[in-house]
C-alpha cells in the first residue's frame, strides 16, 4: 500500500539532546513537509522540500534541521536550540509538476516529548 | 500572504443535530480552500476542497461548504451529526498559482458530540 511512514509514534528524550524524527513515503511524491502541531495553534510549517538535494525553511525553522537526499524521505532533527520542542510532528508529501493543484497526504505523526 | 481564521476552539453538539464550523480567510491573491480533519493521535485527512466551479462542495460522509468569496468564508456544514464525527477539523487555503505548494492551516475546531 501507498503511504507515508513516520517512525516512531512515540518519542521519549531528555533536554539538550538532538533527536531525529523518519519521514519515509513511497508515492512517488517531489515534494515533502514538515509541520509542528501545538494544542490551539492548529499546525505550522518548519520546512518544506520540493526537490532532492533542496530545502526551504518555512516559518518556525529555528531549532530544526533537514535533509533530502533520497526522493522518499526526509528526515527531522529536533537539535538542543529548540527551546519547546514538545508537541506532535506531522509529515506530509505531495507531487509538483505541471498540475496547477496536488493534494497533500498526510503521514500518521510522531508525539515528542522531551523530559 | 495568507491567513486562516477558525474562531470556535470548540464546539459541542448533540448526536443528529446540525452543525456549522466556521472559515474565514484573508488572502491577496487568489486561493484554493480546504477542509481536514483528525482523528486523535492521527495524521490529517483532506474532507473536501474548493478549487473552482460550483461554490458548494460536498465530503462523502455528509459534510458540505460553502466558498463564499465576498464573505472571504468557508463554512463547514452537516446537517446531522453522528458520534463518529467527533475530531479536531481544520480549515486551511493554498494560494491557486501553480508551484506554490504552501499550505496554511488554521488553529483548528474541536468537535464533540454528544450522545
Known amino acids: 500500500d501507498g503511504g507515508i511512514t513516520q517512525s516512531p509514534k512515540y518519542l521519549f528524550r531528555k533536554e539538550g539532546q538532538n533527536v531525529t524524527l523518519s519521514c519515509e513515503q513511497n508515492?512517488?511524491?517531489?515534494?515533502m513537509y514538515w509541520y509542528r502541531q501545538d494544542p490551539g495553534q492548529g499546525l505550522r510549517l518548519i520546512y518544506y522540500?520540493?526537490?532532492?538535494?533542496?530545502?526551504q525553511k518555512g516559518d518556525i525553522a529555528e531549532g530544526y534541521s533537514v535533509s533530502r537526499e533520497k526522493k522518499e524521505s526526509f528526515p527531522l532533527t529536533v537539535t538542543s536550540a529548540q527551546k519547546n520542542p514538545t508537541a506532535f510532528y506531522l509529515c506530509?508529501?505531495?507531487?509538483?509538476?505541471?498540475?496547477?493543484?496536488?493534494?497533500?497526504?498526510f503521514g500518521p505523526g510522531t508525539r515528542l516529548t522531551v523530559l | 500572504a495568507q491567513s486562516v481564521t477558525q474562531l470556535d476552539s470548540q464546539v459541542p453538539v448533540f448526536e443528529e443535530a446540525p452543525v456549522e464550523l466556521r472559515c474565514n480567510y484573508s488572502?491577496?491573491?487568489?486561493?484554493?480552500l480546504f477542509w481536514y480533519v483528525q482523528y486523535p493521535n492521527q495524521g490529517l485527512q483532506l474532507l473536501l476542497k474548493?478549487?473552482?466551479?460550483?461554490?458548494l462542495v460536498e465530503s462523502i460522509n455528509g459534510f458540505e461548504a460553502e466558498f463564499n468569496k465576498s464573505q472571504t468564508s468557508f463554512h463547514l456544514r452537516k446537517p446531522s451529526v453522528h458520534i463518529s464525527d467527533t475530531a479536531e477539523y481544520f480549515c486551511?487555503?493554498?494560494?491557486?498559482?501553480?508551484?506554490?505548494?504552501?499550505?496554511?492551516f488554521g488553529t483548528g475546531t474541536r468537535l464533540t458530540i454528544i450522545p
Open positions: 506530509a508529501s505531495t507531487t509538483s509538476g505541471r498540475i496547477s493543484y496536488n493534494e497533500q497526504f
Open positions: 508515492l512517488n511524491h517531489d515534494a
Open positions: 522540500s520540493q526537490i532532492v538535494n533542496d530545502f
Open positions: 488572502s491577496s491573491v487568489s486561493v484554493y
Open positions: 474548493y478549487l473552482s466551479g460550483s461554490t
Open positions: 486551511a487555503v493554498k494560494p491557486s498559482n501553480f508551484g506554490n505548494e504552501k499550505l496554511t
